[in-house]
């Protein structure tokens, strides 16, 4: 089993809907929890970190999180063809410094006009 | 502007060579990372440093170097033990190093071995 897992997609959703993209983790003591926009052949960008159970919400990016489930999650609302790119979860494993950090593989999202 | 700055963007290199790429950053983070991207797939830590003078060995070291002799700049040598350099590289900083700190990238190096 993978440390942090992603279906690795094309998820393709209609513009104007909602894109919800999942990610699961092994690690019971994961502490923290990073959503990252990545386009093709760039470098990762942060779009929202989370650390505690429920939701948190950013403009149109709300990241769920759920440490029971070991399950972090990323909607966006109102998806326009600029959110097409591959989104990557990132996950602080064991609860210890940044250098921990696992990436998952990432969700490849494809917003149809 | 604050930010990391990688150089170059595209670099070619022949069998047996040895290259460095460059990653500066001005943020006034104490921890740096390199990580590589190959296609389709996720992240992997090369090498980490949280302090000058100091850095430790992520999961996949063997055929690359590094150093830090300067809290912004953190080179990463590409040797030709490495058997299958081909791939992005990422350079990444962070605050402290500490579990909830946030990692920022820089632009990234795409290497090709010919």
């Known amino acids: 089993q993978k440390e942090v897992e992603q279906n690795s997609g094309p998820l393709s959703v209609p513009e104007g809907a909602i894109a919800s993209l999942n990610c699961t983790y092994s690690?019971?003591?994961?502490?923290?929890f990073f959503w990252y926009r990545q386009y093709s052949g760039k470098s990762p960008e942060l779009i929202m970190s989370?650390?505690?159970?429920g939701d948190k919400e950013d403009g149109r990016f709300t990241a769920q999180l759920n440490k029971a489930s070991q399950y972090v999650s990323l909607l966006i609302r109102d998806s326009q063809p600029s959110d097409s790119a591959t989104y990557l979860c990132?996950?602080?494993?064991?609860?210890?410094?940044?250098?921990?950090?696992?990436f998952g593989s990432g969700t490849r999202l494809s917003i149809r006009p | 502007d604050g930010g990391i700055t990688q150089s170059p963007k595209y670099l070619f290199r022949k069998e047996g060579q040895n290259v460095t790429l460059s990653c500066e950053q001005n943020l006034n983070h104490d921890a740096m990372y390199w990580y590589r991207q190959d296609p389709g797939q996720g992240l992997r830590l090369i090498y980490y440093s949280q302090i000058v003078n100091d850095f430790q060995k992520g999961d996949i070291a063997e055929g690359y170097s590094v150093s830090r002799e300067k809290k912004e700049s953190f080179p990463l040598t590409v040797t030709s033990a490495q058997k299958n350099p081909t791939a992005f590289y990422l350079c990444?900083?962070?605050?402290?190093?500490?579990?909830?700190?946030?990692?920022?990238f820089g632009p990234g190096t795409r290497l090709t071995v010919l």
């Open positions: 989370i650390y505690s159970n």
């Open positions: 990444a900083s962070s605050i402290t190093g500490g579990p909830r700190d946030t990692q920022y």
């Open positions: 690690d019971r003591v994961s502490q923290s």
């Open positions: 990132a996950v602080n494993m064991f609860g210890s410094s940044a250098s921990k950090i696992i």
